[in-house]
C-alpha cells in the first residue's frame, strides 16, 4: 500500500526558506500514471493547494505563491521536495504531501501524507 | 483566484440527511466537471470522498453523494452517523486547484 510522509524542519525564521520532503513508499514515484503535490492548512484554518510535480520533473503551482515556490522531485530517493523562500508568520501551517493519480481520479488527491506542522517565528 | 465558498456549519440528527454546498464561479466549478469532497476529522488528513463531481472512490458508504448544478456543487451525507462529524472541504480544478472555506458537520 503506497504511503507518503513529510519530514523537514518543525521551526523556521521570518525571511528565511522553508524546505520539506515527502518519501513515497510501497510505490514508484517514476509512474506516468501519478503526479505529486504539497498542500497547506493554516491552524484552524482551510486548504491551500501549493503546486504539482510530475516525475519528470514538469510543475505547476498556485499563482499565489509561484513567485516563492519551488517543487522538485528525486527519482532515486523516491522523493518530492518543496520549497517556499522568504516565509513569514503567514506561512505558518500544517504541510501534507499528496498523490493525484490520473487515470481513475484524474485531479483528485487521493493518497495524502500526515501532515507535518511548520511554525515560522525567531 | 478565490476560496470557494462552503457554509460555516451544519448539522443534523442521525439518520437524517445534509447538504453542503460549494459556490465558486463558471471559471472553477461551473466550467469542469473536476469537483472532489473531503473530510477531514480533528487532527488526521484529509480523506478523498467524492471525486469528478459525483464519483465514489472504492470504500466510501453510498451514504456520500456528489452533484453540481451551474456554479455551485453539493455534497449530501445520507442516513447521518455520528462518524461523519467532521469538517468537509469541497476542491475544484480548472488549470489549479481551489479549495473551499470547510464545512464543519455536527451530528446532533
Known amino acids: 500500500q503506497l504511503q507518503l510522509q513529510e519530514s523537514g524542519p518543525g521551526l523556521v525564521k521570518p525571511s528565511e526558506t522553508l524546505s520539506l520532503t515527502c518519501t513515497v513508499s510501497?510505490?514508484?514515484?517514476?509512474?506516468?500514471?501519478?503526479?505529486w503535490g504539497w498542500i497547506r492548512q493554516p491552524p484552524g484554518k482551510g486548504l491551500e493547494w501549493i503546486g504539482s510535480?510530475?516525475?519528470?520533473?514538469?510543475?505547476y503551482y498556485n499563482p499565489s505563491l509561484k513567485s516563492r515556490v519551488t517543487i522538485s522531485v528525486d527519482t532515486s530517493k523516491n522523493q518530492f521536495s518543496l520549497k517556499l523562500s522568504s516565509v513569514t508568520a503567514a506561512d505558518t501551517a500544517v504541510y501534507y504531501c499528496?498523490?493525484?493519480?490520473?487515470?481513475?481520479?484524474?485531479?483528485?488527491?487521493?493518497?495524502w501524507g500526515q501532515g507535518t506542522m511548520v511554525t515560522v517565528s525567531s | 483566484q478565490s476560496a470557494l465558498t462552503q457554509p460555516r456549519s451544519v448539522s443534523g440528527s442521525p439518520g437524517q440527511s445534509v447538504t453542503i454546498s460549494c459556490t465558486g464561479t463558471?471559471?472553477?466549478?461551473?466550467?469542469?466537471?473536476?469537483v472532489s469532497w473531503y473530510q477531514q476529522h480533528p487532527g488526521k488528513a484529509p480523506k478523498l470522498m467524492i471525486y469528478?463531481?459525483?464519483k465514489r472512490p472504492s470504500g466510501v458508504p453510498d451514504r456520500f453523494s456528489g452533484s453540481k448544478s451551474g456554479n455551485t456543487a453539493s455534497l449530501t451525507i445520507s442516513g447521518l452517523q455520528a462518524e461523519d462529524e467532521a469538517d468537509y472541504y469541497c476542491?475544484?480544478?480548472?488549470?489549479?486547484?481551489?479549495f473551499g472555506t470547510g464545512t464543519k458537520v455536527t451530528v446532533l
Open positions: 499528496a498523490r493525484t493519480e490520473l487515470v481513475v481520479y484524474a485531479t483528485a488527491f487521493d493518497i
Open positions: 510501497g510505490g514508484s514515484i517514476s509512474s506516468s500514471s501519478y503526479y
Open positions: 510535480i510530475y516525475y519528470s520533473g514538469s510543475t
Open positions: 463558471s471559471s472553477d466549478v461551473g466550467g469542469y466537471n473536476y
Open positions: 469528478d463531481v459525483s
Open positions: 476542491c475544484s480544478y480548472a488549470g489549479s486547484y481551489v
